[in-house]
């Protein structure tokens, strides 16, 4: 065979192989589509930009460190505290049932009882409160993470429904506002980097899509279990701005925000981060 | 035998016209992104921006301080994660032993070759003048009665001597 018939025949096998390769990669992952109005085109879960060993280890409930924390948070669901005459089950029933993980998955909402939109952190201590007569908790209490870690649990598979009409509306607004103002001494917007710069890396870690849903999640870093405004603040704190306290209303417009933001992804709490 | 030749011949000229043409027209559309990152596009859009506009394509000639930086304080500087933290978003190969160097930004790597002093002083103090969209923080910025810079004068003028070592 002539020389030039291998060249020809090794550039059409190279073509062939790189479009069966284009092909291919297109076709491995499809993102869900995001909303019309959401600036996201296409959403990826937080676990996407994971190193393997963390996704892993969400992936695995034995290994995942949040876990102890969901299992106390069943406990607490079933039992009474000490000084309350009943727990969480005697009004609501089975943690599992379905009514459960539906009113958790729509969190923050609109409470009548204190006429505002509120996080599910608020709704366990206006429960504490009002229904057992116990004190309310601060954000950093271990055992309401584990609540909320248990109930985020319990809704996991099941995408953030949060409503962004009627009395949550002026609040969503609030949060879309927040996620792209700039702030701190470096003058970075949420939007700057979640919406366009994820994938890209910012020191070691992998800038993320910034969706709520593994929230509370182990930070391995810290070596403990972190809260959604805890994560907040640390992002304020990359930016040099100042950070908030648990349940500001500036936080909680954001969470809303960002639950409208990540729709049409599950919720996969609780998750493992870097 | 002679006419499968052709065919052969006409068919690899045919692949290497339209690899050339594409790599042509990848490097005329990365010419045309480069020109719309940079300071350039600023000609056509912001009309009104003269002052600006030579202030961004001349750069800050003079140091902030009067004085030469010091590189060797400079490289700390831009190490150092409280203060110039510049490889949390950009590369430095050689600086290689520093870990978990970020991407976010283009690498530092010969970035003296690219840009001269002037342009990287300014750089510093306002990336915006050039990029203006970029999520890069003004680390210069002297405001009456606001929060001091992120770098002082001479801790800008460090970097900037460090910075122009990276040829």
Redesign the interface.
């Known amino acids: 065979m002539?020389p030039?018939?291998g060249?020809?025949l090794i550039?059409l096998t190279a073509?062939a192989l790189g479009g069966a390769f284009f092909v291919a990669a297109g076709e491995m992952r499809a993102y869900p589509p995001a909303e019309p109005a959401n600036p996201l085109k296409f959403l990826m879960q937080g676990e996407d930009f994971l190193i393997p060993t963390l996704r892993a280890q969400q992936a695995d409930d034995f290994d995942n460190p949040a876990f102890p924390l969901v299992e106390a948070g069943e406990a607490a669901w079933t039992r009474p505290e000490t000084g309350a005459a009943k727990a969480c089950q005697d009004c609501h029933g089975a943690g599992g049932r379905n009514a459960v993980k539906q009113a958790v998955a729509s969190y923050p909402k609109y409470a009548p009882d204190v006429r505002g939109v509120i996080s599910l952190e608020t709704r366990i201590n206006l429960c504490r409160k009002n229904h057992l007569g116990l004190d309310p908790l601060p954000g950093d209490d271990p055992r309401i993470i584990a609540m909320t870690a248990y109930l985020r649990w319990l809704a996991r598979g099941s995408p953030s429904t949060v409503s962004v009409t009627g009395p949550n509306a002026e609040v969503f607004e609030r949060g879309s506002r927040l996620f792209q103002t700039k702030l701190g001494?470096?003058?970075?917007s949420c939007a700057?980097?979640h919406n366009?710069?994820f994938g890209?890396?910012?020191?070691?870690d992998t800038?993320s899509q910034g969706h709520p849903l593994a929230y509370p999640a182990f930070k391995s870093s810290e070596g403990r279990v972190i809260t959604l405004h805890e994560r907040f603040r640390m992002c304020n704190r990359l930016a040099?701005a100042e950070g908030l306290p648990d349940d500001a209303p500036d936080y909680v417009a954001l969470e809303l925000y960002l639950g409208w933001r990540s729709k049409n992804l599950p919720i996969t709490a609780p998750g493992v981060r870097p | 035998m002679a006419r499968l030749h052709t065919c052969a011949s006409l068919l690899i000229w045919t692949c290497l016209g339209a690899a050339v043409l594409s790599f042509a027209s990848s490097l005329a559309w990365s010419a045309e992104c480069k020109r719309k990152t940079a300071g350039f596009y600023l000609l056509e859009t912001a009309a009104g921006a003269s002052h600006r506009l030579s202030l961004s394509l001349q750069g800050i000639t003079a140091s902030l301080t009067g004085a030469l930086g010091d590189p060797e304080r400079g490289r700390e500087l831009l190490i150092n994660r409280q203060k110039g933290d510049c490889l949390s978003c950009h590369k430095l190969g050689m600086l290689a032993t520093i870990a978990d160097q970020g991407g976010v930004g283009p690498a530092l790597d010969g970035i003296a070759q690219r840009y001269s002093e002037a342009q990287l002083r300014q750089i510093l103090v306002e990336p915006k003048a050039y990029f203006p969209d970029t999520i890069m923080p003004t680390y210069y910025k002297v405001e009456e009665g606001g929060e001091a810079p992120i770098l002082t004068a001479a801790e800008l003028e460090d970097l900037v001597a460090y910075l122009k070592t990276l040829k």
């Open positions: 002539r030039i018939f060249w020809a550039l073509c001494r470096f003058q970075i700057q980097c366009e710069k890209q890396k910012y020191g070691a800038i040099r």
